[in-house]
């Protein structure tokens, strides 16, 4: 049987299996979580649980290192979201454009200026993007890792259901980390994002981070791999990267007020 066959007797048997065994077992639990278990679970909301507020107030200080309200923190939400808006008015008054600001953005997402032909240019324009990123990191942060890090595509196997670009992570302190880009519906990927990409998943973000983190020697495994909110994942802040200082037989527990993490300091690009 010519693979050809064999591909299509295969598909043929895993779309049986779908409909016959994996649909109804899915529309089932489905069935399950909306007529019995939701009807018998609780109120998740954290102020109805036991002690919810201190808890929900203690993951916003994980989260925000800072040591404000969660209250607080809403509030300088808002009013960030505000000024940012005002910059944006500003700033699309400054180009000449005439319209409100949802046409604007619909230009932005539209206009063909805004977007590469084939994928072969966009990851190489994203590899320009990374040239000049590293010399202005070492200015702001004086450490880089040692660990270095490449600009690859989704494979096109899931590229349809992937996000614009991740950084892919390999095992510390072995081999370089590729971020991968997007390559699918060119359309959609823009050259106004790639700036803030390319520092969010690289340098000053996640690889610059990450990596540092999983180059700290002195400290257990777990502190140089430990996934930190507060330092792997916040876009607008990086990891203070000093020499380590923890007590590690002293780790401060919820309980105490703190825990041990590196603080996030703005990137000032």
Sequence with gaps: MEWRERQSASSRRCGARLQEQDRPAFQRLQAYLTNTYSALARDNRHERAPDGAAWYAYNVKVHTTTRRTPREIHELGLSEVKRIRAQMDSLIRSTGFVGEFAAFTHMLRTDPKFFYADSATLVRAYRDI????????????????????????????????????YYQGALPKRTGRPVLRQHYKLDTRPTWEMEVLTSHEAVPGHHLQIAISQELEGIPEFGATADIPRSSKDGLSTPRVSAPSWDWKRIRTPSSGSSPTRCGVRSGW
């Design 130 to 165: 990374t040239k000049t990123h590293r010399p202005r990191a070492a200015q702001a942060f004086g450490r880089l890792p040692r660990l270095p890090y490449g600009v690859s595509t989704i494979p096109s196997y899931s590229a349809p259901s992937q996000t614009t670009a």
